[in-house]
């Protein structure tokens, strides 16, 4: 018997460039799954632009218009709820999730973001890097937990930083790994290959040591070398 395709939502606060990717691949036939819906905490964000192009139902929910934020995520999720997700992709979504609203969905949060966690947690990650002078930089994607860029690392992709970076070229590089980062990994959620159990993400049943590792190519994720795993 089939199974009823893998409905995504996505949450978004901006330009919206990794829903482009995922809108392009559902469009594509190489993500099986379906946008259930587009939420946004700023009705004037691309990422909701892009959405209605694509004939998805874009929501925006302003925080101004309530007391809090409890009350803005409770009301948020209600509506990322009407529309049943399997799982909901926070992309370039700029609030910190509720722990509330993080724990009613044990499993079924994902985030991406710019940084190889668990360094460069929060914000200007780019501008952290530099700073810090690594020679290596890159993009994870995690299970969401009430601990901002706090959860369960999935996935990572790894950019190199180049002499004469600045924030932008940096921040472009990595963004260029994003997006076949994000979409290897939902193809594994999509499948249903990926689990959260407890603090441990499971692929095919067998937790993970360490982030699986997008390909140089952007074509795969792969476990890391076991013999030097990466530091982070
Ligand atoms: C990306 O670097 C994403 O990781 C971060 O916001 C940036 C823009 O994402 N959270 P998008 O273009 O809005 O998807």
């Not at 893998?6 to 099986?32: K, M, W």
């Not at 691309?46 to 809090?68: I, S």
């Not at 970076?165 to 990926?194: G, I, M, N, W, Y």
């Not at 603090?199 to 982030?211: C, F, I, M, T």
């Amino acid at each position: 018997m089939d199974r009823a395709p893998f409905r995504i939502a996505v949450l978004a606060s901006g330009t919206g460039s990794n829903l482009q990717a995922i809108i392009d691949a559902i469009a594509g036939g190489h993500l099986p799954a379906q946008l259930a819906g587009v939420f946004s905490d700023r009705p004037a964000a691309p990422a909701l632009e892009r959405a209605r192009v694509a004939g998805v139902p874009a929501v925006a929910v302003r925080p101004r218009d309530f007391a809090n934020r409890l009350e803005f995520d409770e009301h948020l999720f209600s509506r990322v709820d009407s529309v049943h997700p399997d799982l909901i992709v926070c992309a370039g979504y700029m609030r910190l999730v509720s722990e509330l609203a993080v724990t009613a969905r044990p499993g079924r949060m994902i985030n991406i973001h710019p940084s190889l966690l668990p360094a460069f947690k929060g914000l200007h990650t780019h501008r952290q890097a530099l700073d810090a002078g690594v020679a290596e930089h890159g993009a994870s994607v995690h299970f969401v937990s009430p601990e901002l860029d706090g959860g369960p690392v999935i996935a990572q992709a790894r950019v190199l930083v180049l002499p004469g970076d600045d924030e932008a070229t940096l921040a472009a590089r990595v963004l260029r790994r994003e997006h076949p980062l994000l979409l290897a990994t939902l193809q594994l959620l999509a499948h249903r290959r990926l689990l959260l159990d407890g603090n441990r993400v499971l692929l095919d049943g067998q937790p993970l040591a360490h982030p699986l590792q997008l390909t140089d190519d952007n074509a795969t994720l792969q476990p890391p070398d076991p013999i030097n795993p990466p530091a982070y």
